[in-house]
Each structure stands twice: as C-alpha cells, then as structure tokens.
C-alpha cells in the first residue's frame, strides 16, 4: 500500500510541474504579446495570472514562499508583487516597470547560469558562443597594423625623454 501511495504522490507531483512550466511559460508568451502590443491591459493582466499560479506549482508551495519571502529579497519581492498589483488595477505601464525591476532583482544571479547552461546545450550553444574564428581576426589584425606603424613610421618606436622637438634648438 505504501508504494501505491509513493507512485500516486510522484504522479500528482509531475503532474503539477508540467502543469506549472504550462502555466509560467505561457504567462510569460502572454506578457510579452502584451508589451508587443502597447501594453495591452487584458493581457497583461492574464499574463501576470498565469505566471503568479505557476510559479507554485512549478517549484512547490513551500519553496515558492521561502523563496519569496527572504528578507534579503523583500525589496525585490515587494516591487514585483506591487508591479503586479498596479497591472491588476489598470496601470500597466508602471506596473511591468516595477515587475522588471523586482524581476531582475530577484533572478538576476540567475542569469550567468542559464547563459552557461545555453552554452553546452547541443544546438542553442553555438547562437551564443560566438564566432570561434573572432579572437584569432583580432589578433592578426593587431598583428598588421604594428607591422604598418613600424614599416612606415619607424621614429614613433623612439622613447620620448621629456623634451619637444623645438625646444632642444633653442
């Protein structure tokens, strides 16, 4: 009996993570569209919906509250929940300012991560590589205009010794 509890616990727990990445991601398609559109009320309003009933199910009620609810993040947390609230209410223009401000605040360490993890994934890596040919271009390129500068004004590689050409005449 025990294991047939386990297995209907794993399932409703996979259930509700898919559920939420459903959720989140599209509150954050709807978001966007709704920004593209000129800050379209309806959706953003359904945007930040989505997103605010996602989240919890995508990482769980507990953590999402203890993750929320740091006092090292209650700046960030209060701009975003403030953010939200004035898109409810109808002022989406200061609300998704203060909702990006509260975002960034609250995953901005994120990001290097999720840009390395980008970087090793199969196809999405190599957009954000760069060119592999780039650092070996600037060097070469380096590497001719010393050529140049030396070849054709051979006196620049003098040491200056603090005295200008017209004052030693003199």
């Known amino acids: 009996i025990s294991d047939i509890t386990s297995q209907m616990n794993t399932l409703r727990t996979k259930g509700n993570r898919k559920f939420g990445i459903v959720l989140t991601a599209s509150g954050i398609v709807i978001s966007l569209l709704g920004i ?21 199910l995508l990482i769980g009620p ?79 390129r380096r590497r001719e205009e010393a050529e140049y500068s030396d070849r054709y004004y051979p006196d620049e590689r003098k040491e200056y010794n603090g005295y200008d050409e017209e004052e030693r005449y003199y």
């Open 62 to 140: 507990s953590r999402t509250a203890s993750f929320f609810l740091q006092p090292k993040k209650a700046r960030a947390t209060g701009c975003l929940a403030f953010g939200i609230f004035l898109v409810l209410i109808g002022k989406p223009f200061f609300g998704m300012i203060l909702e990006i401000f509260g975002f960034l605040n609250l995953f901005g360490n994120l990001f290097p991560v999720v840009l390395a993890m980008l970087k090793n994934m199969p196809f999405v890596g190599e957009l954000f590589k760069g060119r592999p040919n780039a650092d070996k271009k600037k060097k070469t």
């Open 36 to 56: 593209s559109m000129f800050f379209n009320k309806t959706l953003l309003r359904f945007g930040n919906l989505c997103f605010i009933c996602g989240i919890p």
